[in-house]
């Protein structure tokens, strides 16, 4: 059988963009861990439950500004947006380690963070839209899709060991200045691809149209993504913390990879099928067993334990996310895809925000394995509305096969 991956590769371009943004992608899995170790940096500030606030502040700007800046996207093209976002964001995220290494009051950390969250953008977004405007049909569409899972978790597997090495064995910004250098050249690098950028809207009499917010599955979806993130926000905190329990805070971002790690051996099979089960049927199963799975950690008494735990987790990460995307893209109009894939984005970064935040004060009063709870509750909510909507689909599948039963009878 011909490799799927290498057939959408070949298109025109399509390597070209797809590998400028793993590289733009960078700080998506830096930044957030990167605050972590540099604010609970026994030298700056010491706290795990100030980095968690200061990463979520970070999360939240980007989840309510993320959508804005893709409504724009849409509006006016990807390079025209993205350009000087990019400089705003990134020029900001270096005053923010400058002034954590100047132990700046902590209003001025919430304040930078908050500004480079709320002009950075979502690059993922962007590189999932042009793939609509390159790949011929919806098998391709779902092979293009699950790459970029994969290489999102490269990142998530490259990123959290890089920033972790670098903030513990070099400087405890260093994490943050290589998520800067990287944003910068790969995302400039992704926007002067001209010949693959889709084509901009322009601006629309009435607006954008109804809020998309407005169709109950996109709330589902946003609901269950919140949750996610909530579990990987924790899990980031949690594993920080209990690393440095161990006496081995330095391979807590090797921990981190391995979940990154199972995920992506989980797109990359994913990926290279076809699978006939209904989109809605395989997202509810992969949250399923990404819950029941995070349960584990909380038991996990070594740090070799809760890697291949994480190892085996991770394989369901990838395969739910690929199925969320897709979903998006059947339940928008196409030409208000990238502020759908950003809403679900960013709700994935509010719950990581959110997990983080409740994780962190809990750490710092019960230690890591109280962090860990936090995944296990996030799993749970994700479960309860998965299992209710899965619920309700099918009795209105039902309820439509026996008005159609009614009518046929009724004509005969």
Not at 353 to 362: D, E, V
Request: aromatic residues 8%; proline residues 4%.
């Amino acid at each position: 059988m011909a490799n799927p991956y290498k057939q959408i590769l070949s298109k025109p371009g399509a390597w070209q963009f797809s590998s400028a943004a793993l590289f733009a992608r960078l700080p998506i899995s830096m930044v957030g861990i990167g605050i972590v170790l540099m604010v609970s940096d026994s030298q700056l500030y010491g706290s795990y439950g100030l980095a968690g606030q200061v990463a979520a502040v970070f999360v939240v700007a980007q989840a309510i500004a993320a959508p804005q800046i893709a409504k724009l996207i849409d509006t006016y093209g990807q390079a025209r947006v993205m350009r000087p976002a990019i400089a705003i964001s990134m020029g900001t995220l270096v005053l923010l380690a400058i002034a954590a290494t100047r132990l700046s009051p902590t209003l001025v950390l919430f304040v930078l963070a908050a500004i480079v969250g709320a002009t950075m953008g979502s690059i993922g977004s962007l590189v999932r839209t042009r793939w609509n405007a390159v790949v011929a049909n919806p098998t391709e569409l779902h092979t293009a899709y699950s790459l970029e899972s994969v290489l999102d978790e490269v990142v998530f597997v490259v990123g959290p060991v890089l920033a972790t090495i670098l903030a513990t064995t070099v400087h405890p910004t260093a994490g943050i200045a290589v998520a800067v250098v990287a944003a910068v050249i790969g995302g400039y690098a992704f926007l002067a691809q001209r010949s693959t950028e889709p084509a901009p809207s322009g601006r629309r009499e009435g607006g954008h149209g109804p809020s998309l917010l407005r169709s109950p599955a996109m709330i589902v979806l946003i609901v269950v993504f919140i949750c996610m993130g909530a579990i990987f926000g924790a899990t980031d905190v949690s594993t920080v913390a209990f690393a440095e329990e161990a006496g081995s805070k330095g391979l807590s971002g090797v921990i981190l990879a391995c979940f990154a790690g199972g995920s992506l051996v989980g797109g990359l099979f994913y990926g290279a099928r076809t699978w006939r089960s209904s989109l809605w049927r395989r997202f509810a199963i992969g949250t399923v067993a990404l819950a029941v799975g995070v349960t584990l950690f909380f038991f996990a008494s070594t740090l070799w334990i809760l890697a291949g735990v994480m190892l085996v987790v991770g394989l369901a990460i990838a395969p739910t996310l690929i199925t969320g995307n897709a979903l998006v893209q059947a339940i928008v109009p196409h030409e208000r895809l990238t502020e759908g894939l950003t809403w679900i984005g960013t709700a994935l970064g509010v719950g990581v925000a959110g997990g983080s935040a409740i994780a962190g004060p809990m750490i710092d009063a019960h230690g890591s394995h109280q962090g860990f709870l936090v995944t296990i509750g996030a799993g749970a909510i994700a479960v309860v509305v998965t299992i209710v909507t899965m619920a309700l689909r099918g009795r209105r599948s039902a309820a439509a096969d026996r008005n159609e039963a009614v009518a046929a009878s009724v004509v005969e």
